[in-house]
Every structure is written in structure tokens, then in C-alpha cells.
């Protein structure tokens, strides 16, 4: 069953082509990794999915509820907002208010997610690995069966990450979830995706993780910026951009 089906995907900012011609589906359990250097266009491309960017050519069609998690750069942590307020926003835009069983629900996914206690403390308190769960507790609160998730590990130190991950694949079992995760790092890709894609404003390779090898990835993306994960640290490759 197909849950995304993007088609001939065009999108410029002014006069920048930031997406050309991207097309591909996902189908329902699959656990997509994006990966690309900063400007690719991955967040671009999420943000049209969800329909935050309506200016584009092309087709995108999705069958099912989706749950958004942003990057975290983009999340304005200076508001004064609470936790609860946080995870309950995009709920209280539909319709104007909360309900009773609402509020319950969203402090259920606030233990879920390990937050209990921190329901009502300010998100600009909050560390990068504490408001990645609360984003996430956040997408999964619209009852989404489709998660897009950009950068979900970025600002999160290691420990958190795998209890990120841990968290993610329980939920994805419990609920069949299709996730489409964009990552900086390749080798966290490779290890819970199952399948990648490379896009650099193009679409350069879209495979089952198994019939795509990180050495043929270093080499398509090597002259930029990539996290490699190596054993139990975190290696940044730093070269010069060639192009
Ligand atoms: N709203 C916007 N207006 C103008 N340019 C934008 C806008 N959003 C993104 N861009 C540009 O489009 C390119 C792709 O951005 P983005 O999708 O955020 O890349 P990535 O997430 O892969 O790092 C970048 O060069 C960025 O500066
Ligand atoms: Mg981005």
C-alpha cells in the first residue's frame, strides 16, 4: 500500500531551484532515511509532504494522518510556552480547544516519552534531547500512522539517542507507523532504515538499504560535511566544498 507518492517535484525560492524533478514512493512500514549535505533541499521537501510549502510543480499525494517532527533550529525555544502547551499546540489550532480526554491523552504521551516532569516547564528550559521527545510526543499525538521526522537525533548526546531510537521503534511497532527520517548521519541510517535515500536537490539514489553501500555514499557525498558514525564515537568529516 502506497502512503506517499511524490511526482516530478519542482520547487524554487525566487529564483533558486531548490528541488528538481524529485519522484518516489513510500509505502506503508517502510523507514526511510533521507540524507544529503545542508541545502539539499530534505527540509524543503518534508515541509511540501506535510503541505507547509504549497508553492511547488508537481504531484504529492499522501493517504493517511501525518505527524510532523521539525528540525530543531527551526522550533522558536524563546516563547514562553510550557511542555504541555507545546505538544497540544497543533491540536488546540484545529479546533480551538482542548478536551478533557485531549489533555489526558497528552500527558500520557508526555510519560511515554519520559517528560512527566517536565509538563510544565518552560521549553526554552528544556536540553536539545528533552524537546526532540517532546516534538516527537508531539507528532505522535495527532494519531499520525505516517511520521515525518527532520534531523529527530540533531542537539541529542549519545546515551539520549539510542533511547530516541528505542522510543521510535516501539512506537512504529505499536502502531505500524511509516517514518521518513531525514539524518545527518550515515551510519545510523544504514542501521535502522530500510531504505535511503540521497538527495541533493535530485534525487541521486533511492534503495533498499541493503544494495547501497556507505563507501559508494562517502564518495557521492564526500566533499561535504557528513556525520560518519564510527564504533562508539562520532567522527565530522570536514572538506572542502568542491562545488
Ligand atoms: N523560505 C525560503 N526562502 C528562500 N530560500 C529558502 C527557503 N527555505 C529554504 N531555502 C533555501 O533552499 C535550500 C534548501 O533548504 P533546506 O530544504 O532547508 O535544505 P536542507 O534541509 O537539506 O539543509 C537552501 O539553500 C535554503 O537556503
Ligand atoms: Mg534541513
Redesign the pocket.
Given at each position: 500500500m502506497i502512503k506517499i507518492r511524490v511526482e516530478n517535484l519542482f520547487v524554487k525560492?525566487?529564483e533558486?531551484q531548490?528541488l528538481k524533478g524529485v519522484s518516489f514512493e513510500v509505502k506503508a512500514g517502510d523507514f526511510i532515511g533521507i540524507i544529503?549535505?545542508?541545502?539539499?533541499?530534505?527540509?524543503?521537501?518534508l515541509k511540501v509532504i506535510i503541505g507547509e510549502i504549497k508553492d511547488y510543480t508537481g504531484k504529492v499525494e499522501v493517504y493517511g494522518k501525518m505527524g510532523y517532527q521539525p528540525?530543531l533550529n527551526t522550533v522558536n525555544r524563546e516563547f514562553p510556552m510550557d511542555v504541555f502547551t507545546y505538544i497540544l499546540l497543533p491540536v488546540y489550532v484545529k479546533n480551538r480547544r482542548f478536551t478533557r480526554k485531549e489533555r489526558e491523552r497528552a500527558l500520557d504521551m508526555l510519560k511515554r516519552v519520559g517528560l512527566e516532569d517536565k509538563a510544565y516547564s518552560l521549553v526554552g528550559d528544556l536540553s536539545g534531547g528533552e524537546l526532540q521527545r517532546a516534538s516527537l510526543a508531539r507528532a505522535l499525538l495527532s494519531d499520525a500512522d505516517i511520521l515525518l521526522l527532520?534531523e529527530p537525533d540533531s542537539g541529542v548526546d549519545e546515551m539520549g539517542k539510542n533511547t530516541f531510537y528505542e522510543l521510535l521503534y516501539d512506537v512504529k511497532k505499536e502502531r505500524d507507523l511509516t517514518i521518513v527520517m531525514?539524518s545527518h548521519d550515515i551510519g545510523l541510517v544504514f542501521k535502522e532504515c530500510s531504505t535511503i535515500m540521497c538527495?541533493n536537490k535530485t534525487l541521486h539514489c533511492h534503495a533498499p538499504t541493503e544494495k547501497i553501500s556507505p563507501d559508494k555514499l562517502k564518495e557521492m557525498f564526500g566533499q561535504f560535511d557528513l556525520w560518519i558514525r564510527a564504533d562508539k564515537h562520532y567522527e565530522v568529516e570536514h572538506r572542502e566544498r568542491s562545488i
Open positions: 525560492f525566487g533558486y531548490a544529503g549535505p545542508n541545502g539539499a533541499g530534505k527540509t524543503t521537501l528540525q527532520d531525514v538527495l
